[in-house]
């Protein structure tokens, strides 16, 4: 599975946009791009993912440049509850769902 | 959605010992997966349940080590053998959504074990 590339740690104020960035610049073209969080003291928790469209769910927007190098989650109005550790990870049709974590964005939402 | 329960949620346990983990499903899935996250760190999988033949370990792991079973298609437990503090982890189960093929998995809340 291609290798991704992640901030250690951003902040972003309540209510604002949470734009968290993943670069994957190594990714094959049938290989998907998932998003999931983890908060403190909890499991994994799915957001979304895409495979080279823009994709929105009622969580988060995931945006992917045209040579699917790169990709962003966005977080429209982010909220206290928001405040958790992103991961990126980039997985192929084939590969039987393992997910590789990386050390992923840990994401804080301040008041 | 999928609703997991994994027990113990949470158990400290003496060197040399083993400790079994169980993971229950409320609907039946394919595929389980068993994970690793040791303190302050990502998660790691350790292997690949599958119904009705043996588990697949990732590279690191072994069967006498982290053995897996895999009744039927809404249970699987891990068991952790001869404990060291280095087993001292979380470990979390994790299953496919449904068969659509979507990749989005859920996850357990994990067992967190301390080993003293």
């Known amino acids: 599975d291609a290798k991704t590339t992640q901030p250690p740690s951003m902040d972003c104020a309540e209510g604002r946009a949470a734009n968290l960035p993943c670069n994957h610049s190594t990714i094959s073209g049938n290989e998907y791009v998932y998003w999931y969080r983890q908060i403190h003291s909890q499991g994994p928790q799915y957001i979304i993912h895409g495979l080279k469209n823009n994709e929105t769910n009622e969580m988060a927007s995931l945006i992917i440049t045209e040579d699917r190098k790169s990709s962003t989650l966005i977080l429209p109005h982010a909220t206290l509850r928001d405040t958790a550790v992103y991961y990126c990870?980039?997985?192929?049709?084939?590969?039987?769902?393992?997910?590789?974590f990386g050390k992923g964005t840990l994401l804080t939402v301040n008041p | 959605s999928a609703v997991i329960s994994q027990k113990p949620s949470r158990d400290i346990c003496q060197r040399g010992t083993s400790l079994t983990i169980q993971c229950q499903v409320d609907s039946q899935v394919t595929m389980m997966f068993w994970y690793r996250q040791q303190p302050g760190q990502s998660l790691t999988l350790i292997a690949t349940?599958?119904?009705?033949?043996?588990?697949?370990?990732e590279s690191g792991f072994v069967i006498d080590k982290f053995p897996i079973s895999r009744p039927n298609l809404t249970f699987s437990t891990l068991t952790v053998s001869n404990m060291s503090p280095e087993d001292s982890s979380i470990y979390l189960c994790s299953v496919e959504k449904d068969f659509s093929g979507s990749g989005e998995l859920f996850f357990g809340e994990g067992s967190r074990l301390t080993v003293l």
């Open positions: 349940a599958n119904q009705g033949s043996e588990a697949t370990y």
């Open positions: 990870i980039v997985m192929g049709g084939g590969s039987n769902y393992k997910l590789t």
